[in-house]
């Protein structure tokens, strides 16, 4: 059996050299993407327009000539299978023609008029009519949302913290920007130049943890509780049976609002996590997919927490809340989020998806048993996670002790060097509607390459 080392780094030599001949081969096949680079590294600070770009295994950044469906191409005229979808935006695929043609005609009438349109009125409809929650507001990201919703949920609930879990990741709030440090709340060290510590309003537990949920709701000190329904960016971390029953019932009970984030599990349905699992939030989060790559981003209220709202805007005066920016609810984004809601994200899609992700666990999981990896897979709907143990952990204490980045490193690279794009973030996986069989069979190949690539290199 292959060990995978956990925690922090390693400091294997056979496995360092194998990252440098990954290393080699990536950037001597190369040349259009080292000259890119070169010329990035003189005008993007850390080479790149978004440091999340220079995440990836690779040492220089993939330059992206080109991408449809679920393939993409870069400037060098390699061809790959992607998995990574720009990291959920593009889940239901690249360069989709409905989305084109909208967003080329809503161009031609101006995209942006800080007024609302009818194309707004009916994306509302369609937002009720999927989701369930009945007031709606629109942002440019996820990022906005959940901070409006944050901040929504303080001013009617004058209450002024609010509780995440630990490696949870909800965008740049920063007051999701605080985890658990062997027991004790620290702030991330991501969280650079700001002053205000999170800690004495940002209540931290480990997921899946109802005694710690309960004994921190007791004190109605808080607002609300802002989690994904599984924990997407700490590895993939699934609900125990029964948690988020009682999440919702003890939520109740102390009068905490519920906020469910799902920007990523999006991919579990036609409605969501949500929807498919019946859940019952008070405030609702989506963003990235939402609008097919488009930035936009949705948060939906119950009608209860829109008429708590009215009364919290009307203590203060209209047009004085602060929340929003003048590019949300923009016309163009409004256009291709009606094309998503009616003619990409269908129920049959969803079923698409998600048979195929069910193929690729399938491929995943006979990889695993004939290489003889200690590994495991997570699954709901599209969402795919390859986890370095065989046991799923059950929080992102468990998770970190399975997470060694020099093993990350190495997996990534090889699989770009053999043609297949995952996340750069832990071992995340999406399938689209263009997923083909194939796609998922060339990946379960690579990864089986890469057990007898380590073995020869002596790390068994």
């Given at each position: ?26 950037l001597d096949a190369r040349p259009k993407t080292k000259a890119l680079a070169e010329r990035s590294g003189h005008v993007w600070r850390g080479g790149a327009p978004m440091h999340w770009m220079t995440d990836w295994a690779t040492p220089i950044p993939i330059y ?341 980045p020099l093993w990350l490193k190495a997996l990534h690279l090889f699989l770009i060097n053999e043609g297949v794009l995952i996340a750069p973030f832990h071992n995340m996986m999406l399938v689209s509607p263009f997923t083909s069989p194939d796609a998922c069979t ?16 002596g790390l068994t």
């Open positions: 059996m292959m060990p995978f080392p956990a925690g922090g780094s390693t400091l294997n030599t056979p496995l360092m050299d194998f990252i440098l001949s990954e290393t080699a081969r990536f992206a000539a080109r991408a449809e469906g679920a393939k993409l191409w870069d400037v060098d005229g390699f061809e790959y299978d992607d998995f990574c979808l720009g990291d959920t935006p593009s889940m239901f695929g690249h360069a989709r023609p409905e989305i084109a043609r909208a967003i080329a005609k809503q161009a031609q009438n101006g995209m942006g008029f800080m007024l609302p349109t009818e194309t707004a009125v009916e994306v509302g409809e369609l937002l009720t009519e999927r989701f369930g929650l009945t007031k709606w507001q629109m942002a440019t990201t996820a990022s906005d949302a959940n901070r409006a919703a944050i901040r929504w949920a303080r001013a009617i609930t004058r209450r002024p913290k609010i509780l995440i879990f630990d490696g949870c990741y909800h965008g740049m709030v920063d007051d999701a920007f605080v985890v658990l440090n062997d027991g004790t709340p620290v702030m991330k060290k991501g969280l650079i130049g700001q002053v205000a510590d999170f800690t004495d309003t940002t209540t931290v537990i480990p997921f899946n943890d109802l005694d710690a949920l309960e004994d921190a709701l007791k004190y109605c000190d808080i607002a609300c509780v802002l989690c994904e329904p599984v924990m997407t960016n700490c590895g993939m971390i699934a609900p125990i049976d029964g948690f988020h029953e009682a999440l919702r019932t003890l939520t109740r009970k102390y009068g905490t609002l519920l906020a469910i984030d799902e920007t990523h599990t999006l991919s579990s349905g036609y409605g969501g996590y949500t929807r498919s699992h019946g859940l019952e939030p008070d405030m609702f989060v989506v963003g990235k997919a939402i609008a097919g790559g488009v930035p936009a981003a949705v948060w939906g209220v119950t009608e209860e927490i829109a008429a708590r709202m009215d009364q919290a805007q009307a203590a203060i005066g209209s047009g004085s809340s602060g929340i929003g920016t003048t590019l949300s609810g923009n016309a163009l984004a409004m256009s291709a989020m009606k094309v998503m809601l009616t003619e990409v994200m269908t129920e049959a899609t969803f079923a698409d998806m998600t048979k195929g992700a069910e193929n690729l666990v399938t491929q995943l999981r006979a990889v695993i048993a004939e290489q003889g990896l200690n590994w495991s897979v997570v699954h709901v709907g599209a969402r795919v996670e390859l986890v370095f143990g065989n046991l799923a952990p059950k929080n992102a204490s468990q998770m970190r002790k399975l997470i060694d060339r990946l379960g190949a690579a990864i089986s390459a890469f057990g007898e690539r380590v073995t020869r290199y």
